[in-house]
């Protein structure tokens, strides 16, 4: 199995317009000038942004990447997914019975795939209205293979609650340059309407706007324990929250306010861990996700950080139940080395 250095991440938002046309949005959306937006038919590139410069470094075409898909990050993807299928944010194609029927088939599909790895091969293009985009080549015959690879995960994603992380990586035998490519879906980091509205309602819960039964006690036994963030330590009490480890809607009624289910941070702290960018190993000490960016890690003064905090073998559960179910990990197919 080769060994990889990761060099940088990116991240895209899975459009609509990239969607399989029968899982797109149910939705009629307006342009300024009052006429209807016409509907994506599903056209198989990703767009990027404007950023034509960053984006060709990220990607340095002209060094022929390779592309890849994990088939457990698939699995893994498909399973988180089900709960939106069966309760969407939007309305999806045909309706709740067909989409879920295509996501049954699907994970048919992909425990009939023998192949760990799934190979890719993307070209660019950058238009007349500074939009990047990157898409497979012309579907022929010679190209089946690849468009057959990136329908196992065209065929699952939703649109919208659903972000395509990639990792550049370096092979460290061979020097060959690797784009990995992993869906993910979870909560704060879609961006959609929901998320939006926990994420104000948790800040509210957390600065006393409308406290949860418990809540008080628990920043304060928290808070007690932690005067600080565990992470920058910042100690102004107005500048910080009191964070479930496990997230409270998953804890039952012991753990929702365990004082040893939380930590001290500041919102933006709280955010990324949520997110799943950053977590503790046993040891307190901080892991930054793969998939979080260089020049994010650099303006929160997080890159090349070495930082440790003070567990005690009370919240070392709570950490692992973070880690397995929280936190935006690389395949075990992937092995990258620091």
Same mark, same amino acid.
């Given at each position: 199995m080769s060994l990889f250095k990761r060099i940088d991440s990116f991240d895209v938002t899975f459009a609509d317009s990239f969607a399989?046309?029968?899982?797109k949005v149910n939705e009629v959306r307006v342009h300024t000038n009052g006429k209807e937006a016409k509907k994506g038919v599903g056209e198989k590139r990703i767009y990027c942004g404007h950023d034509?410069?960053? %984006?060709? *470094?990220?990607?340095?075409?002209?060094?022929?990447?390779?592309?890849?898909? !994990?088939?457990?990050? %698939?699995? *893994?993807?498909?399973?988180?997914?089900?709960?939106?299928?069966?309760?969407? !944010?939007?309305?999806y194609g045909n309706g709740i019975q067909a989409t879920y029927e295509i996501w049954k088939r699907n994970n048919i599909r992909l425990s009939l795939l023998k192949e760990e790895r799934l190979y890719l091969e993307f070209e660019h293009k950058y238009d007349d209205q500074n939009r990047y985009y990157v898409s497979l080549p012309r579907r022929n015959k010679e190209t089946q293979p690849l468009h057959d690879n990136w329908d196992y995960l065209r065929e699952v994603c939703l649109p919208r609650v659903s972000r395509l992380l990639f990792v550049k990586l370096l092979d460290t035998e061979t020097g060959k340059l690797y784009i990995y490519i992993k869906p993910f879906y979870g909560g704060l980091i879609t961006g959609t309407k929901k998320s939006y509205e926990a994420l104000a309602k948790t800040l509210?819960?957390?600065r006393g706007d409308k406290v949860r039964k418990g809540q008080e006690?628990?920043?304060?036994?928290?808070?007690?324990?932690?005067?600080?963030?565990?992470?920058?330590?910042?100690t102004d009490p107005n500048l910080l929250v009191a964070c479930h480890i496990k997230d409270y809607a998953k804890?039952?009624?012991?753990?929702?306010?365990d004082k040893f289910n939380g930590l001290t941070m500041t919102p933006t702290i709280h955010s990324l861990f949520d997110m799943g960018y950053l977590t503790f190993d046993e040891n307190?000490?901080?892991?930054?996700?793969?998939?979080?960016?260089?020049?994010?890690?650099?303006?929160?003064?997080?890159?090349?950080?070495?930082?440790s905090i003070p567990l005690t073998k009370e919240m070392i559960p709570y950490l692992n139940w973070h880690n397995e179910h929280?936190?935006?990990?690389?395949?075990?197919?992937?092995?990258?080395?620091?």
């Open positions: 399989n046309p029968e899982l034509e410069k960053a %984006l060709d *470094e990220f990607f340095r075409f002209d060094l022929n990447p390779i592309f890849f898909l !994990q088939k457990d990050d %698939l699995e *893994e993807y498909s399973k988180a997914i089900e709960p939106e299928y069966l309760n969407p !944010q939007y309305s509210k819960d957390e006690k628990y920043r304060e036994q928290v808070f007690n324990r932690y005067s600080y963030c565990v992470v920058t330590h910042v804890c039952n009624q012991l753990e929702q306010y307190g000490k901080m892991i930054l996700s793969d998939f979080f960016r260089n020049n994010d890690r650099r303006c929160l003064n997080l890159y090349g950080k070495s930082i929280t936190f935006i990990r690389t395949s075990r197919g992937v092995q990258i080395v620091q």
